[in-house]
């Protein structure tokens, strides 16, 4: 194995690393890699190795999907370009069945790819090339989200707004009785919102909340969250549970305010 002046490994044996992988107990924490990328999944595998994961791979959509869907990882790292099937009909099938988190690779630059994966379910995006360090921080990031708080001993209270209804400690969500099926980006972006109803929560502060990054004018994964959230919701035109405020963020109105909007339309 050899260090180039990027930063980044050229692989000379991958054998005994991926044998090590396999050979690995099962309680385990272990992250799935589907990308044709050998030589970039043996660096990922490295890097978080030294985080304490265990980390597996498949290298085409078939055996990708039939591994995601077979249970025990805590989270999939999914490339888009894959030979077979490609990686949004893999995350696809897998938001079908599955809430299992999912980290998107994307080239860099395709806008289209990552509103694509994203409206499908897709946890949060990376373009490539990226440094394997902030790879690491965006699974850090999506696990923190995924795990919520389920740690602490004390139940979080079910929080209701109108017909609405959100319980912290099942993660599940209901309309009027009926449940919605929710990512667990989506839930996260709900809780803040109903936590907040009535409130314009900005988009900075959803950004640092539900995605754990920074704030980027330029970054519209937020607003597609949001839009998918809403159509979850039933969200209609004349009916919006999420209402928009132009350069300043989001509110959750509400039924108060529902009623009183609904009543001027009418007039």
Same mark, same amino acid.
């Given at each position: ?85 490609? !990686?949004?009909? %893999? ?8 809430? $299992?988190? =999912? *980290? /998107?690779?994307? +080239? ?68 009027? !009785?009926?449940? %919605? ?8 972006? $709900?809780? =803040? *919102? /109903?936590?907040? +109803? ?70």
């Amino acid at each position: 194995m050899s260090r180039t002046g990027g930063g980044f490994l050229t692989i000379l044996y991958l054998e005994p690393w991926v044998a090590w992988c396999t050979m690995k107990t099962r309680n385990m924490e272990r992250i799935l890699v589907i990308d044709d990328d050998v030589e970039l999944c043996t660096l990922v595998g490295e890097y978080l190795q030294a985080e304490g994961f265990v980390v597996e791979a498949a290298h085409d959509g078939e055996s990708g999907l039939q591994r995601a869907t077979g249970g025990g990882y805590l989270l999939v790292v999914l490339d888009v370009m894959l030979p077979g099937i490609n !990686g949004f009909e %893999v995350l696809r099938r897998i938001r079908a069945t599955s809430r $299992l988190p =999912v *980290l /998107l690779l994307t +080239a860099r630059g395709e806008d289209v790819d990552r509103i694509v994966g994203l409206e499908i379910g897709a946890d949060d995006y990376l373009p490539k090339p990226f440094n394997p360090r902030e790879l690491v921080a965006r699974i850090r990031a999506v696990l923190r989200r995924t795990r919520g708080d389920k740690s602490s001993p004390a139940a979080p209270d079910i929080v209701r707004v109108g017909e609405i209804e959100l319980d912290p400690a099942t993660r599940s969500v209901r309309r009027d !009785g009926q449940p %919605v099926d929710l990512t667990s980006v989506e839930f996260n972006l $709900l809780e =803040v *919102l /109903l936590r907040e +109803a009535g409130r314009v929560v900005p988009r900075e502060r959803l950004v640092n909340a539900v995605l754990s990054r920074k704030f980027s004018p330029f970054d519209r994964s937020i607003d597609m969250h949001v839009s998918k959230v809403r159509k979850k919701l039933g969200d209609t035109d004349n009916d919006e549970h999420i209402k928009t405020i132009r350069g300043v963020g989001y509110i959750f109105a509400r039924p108060r305010e529902k009623v009183g909007e609904k009543a001027k339309a009418t007039s």
